[in-house]
């Protein structure tokens, strides 16, 4: 070898691709929303009641936190029913970050058949974000959403929700044979997509600021070793909402830990990381056990 550059290590056999076991999920959290209405209405069998907004288990109740949060501020009264069915979304935030978005979200599989449909047509492997907003407009969205809620006296985020909208499609079809003309929503968001990828979830959707904001502390982050690092920036290219994991932008709030980037890498740059101390995220300390 000549020149003094540095050889590309070899891409790691038997890779785990996240991308693949995101996508799993993605699809069988999609087909909870449609098979459980179907064994509600047909077979009377209720056990799991819902969907993703208030989803019922047995007598366990999980609650959407920004819609626990709109009910609290519209009724003003503390429900404890309430407080304690966002205590399990909550504490996934906490440890895991903004990862119902990524992971579990149904308008993030819809988007991504949007992709796939996309690229079968124009024969192009991405697409280009031609119109990028502010990221902290996000944090805006939720104040504003929250702010209306409170003023309106009524829940905005319950009703026109595109992600609850999913659901709420789904169970009106089982249960009535007809859509409501709310869906148009889900459309819009989804065209969106065909200008700039997770054009809503960037900037648009409060819940993911909520979960973002409890995810600020989070366990789990993706973390780059720089020794790796050859700044080719295909991690960048790669992640759904713009972000630059070349310049540490995954340690961020707006990540939401799907992976992708991590996928891209063929030099093992990236990788996902479990704080183990609170002191893992200070100038010189250890990061955390890398998964």
């Given at each position: 070898?000549t020149?003094?550059?540095?050889?590309?290590?070899a891409?790691?056999?038997g890779?785990r691709s996240?991308?693949?076991w995101r996508?799993?999920?993605?699809?069988?959290a999609?087909?909870?929303?449609?098979v459980?209405?179907?064994?509600?209405?047909h077979?009377?069998?209720?056990?799991?009641?819902?969907?993703y907004q208030?989803?019922?288990i047995?007598e366990?109740?999980?609650?959407?936190?920004?819609e626990?949060?709109?009910?609290?501020?519209?009724?003003r009264?503390?429900?404890?029913?309430?407080?304690?069915?966002?205590?399990v979304?909550?504490?996934?935030?906490?440890l895991?970050?903004r990862?119902?978005?990524?992971?579990?979200?149904?308008?993030?599989l819809?988007?991504?058949?949007?992709a796939?449909?996309?690229?079968a047509?124009?024969?192009?492997?991405?697409v280009?974000d031609r119109l990028?907003?502010?990221?902290?407009?996000?944090?805006f969205t939720?104040?504003a959403?929250?702010?209306?809620?409170l003023?309106l006296?009524?829940?905005?985020?319950?009703?026109?929700s595109?992600?609850?909208?999913?659901?709420?499609?789904?169970?009106m079809?089982?249960?009535?044979?007809?859509?409501?003309?709310?869906?148009?929503?889900?459309?819009l968001v989804?065209?969106?997509?065909l200008?700039?990828?997770?054009f809503y979830?960037r900037s648009?959707?409060p819940l993911?600021?909520?979960?973002a904001?409890?995810g600020t502390v989070?366990?789990?982050?993706?973390?780059?070793?720089?020794?790796?690092?050859?700044?080719?920036?295909?991690?960048?290219?790669?992640?759904?909402?713009?972000?630059?994991?070349?310049l540490?932008?995954?340690?961020?709030?707006y990540?939401?830990n799907?992976g992708?980037c991590?996928d891209?890498?063929?030099?093992?740059?990236?990788?996902?990381?479990?704080?183990?101390?609170l002191?893992?995220?200070?100038?010189?300390?250890?990061?955390?056990?890398?998964?």
């Amino acid at each position: 070898m000549t020149g003094g550059a540095r050889p590309a290590p070899a891409v790691e056999r038997g890779k785990r691709s996240w991308t693949l076991w995101r996508r799993l999920l993605l699809t069988a959290a999609f087909l909870l929303l449609i098979v459980n209405p179907l064994v509600n209405y047909h077979l009377g069998i209720t056990f799991v009641q819902g969907w993703y907004q208030s989803l019922g288990i047995g007598e366990l109740r999980i609650t959407s936190p920004l819609e626990g949060l709109e009910s609290l501020l519209v009724t003003r009264q503390v429900a404890v029913p309430t407080l304690i069915g966002m205590l399990v979304p909550l504490a996934v935030a906490l440890l895991l970050g903004r990862v119902f978005c990524s992971w579990v979200c149904p308008i993030s599989l819809l988007a991504e058949l949007v992709a796939v449909v996309r690229r079968a047509v124009t024969r192009r492997k991405a697409v280009r974000d031609r119109l990028v907003l502010a990221r902290r407009l996000l944090w805006f969205t939720l104040i504003a959403e929250l702010l209306l809620s409170l003023v309106l006296g009524a829940p905005l985020f319950v009703f026109l929700s595109p992600p609850g909208l999913v659901g709420r499609e789904i169970m009106m079809f089982v249960f009535f044979g007809t859509l409501a003309t709310e869906g148009v929503l889900v459309l819009l968001v989804l065209a969106l997509e065909l200008v700039t990828r997770r054009f809503y979830c960037r900037s648009f959707c409060p819940l993911g600021a909520l979960l973002a904001l409890v995810g600020t502390v989070r366990r789990l982050k993706v973390r780059r070793q720089a020794a790796e690092c050859i700044g080719c920036g295909r991690c960048d290219r790669a992640c759904p909402l713009g972000l630059a994991p070349s310049l540490d932008e995954s340690l961020t709030a707006y990540c939401w830990n799907c992976g992708a980037c991590i996928d891209s890498c063929d030099h093992g740059a990236l990788h996902f990381y479990w704080r183990t101390t609170l002191n893992a995220g200070r100038p010189g300390a250890e990061p955390g056990n890398p998964l």
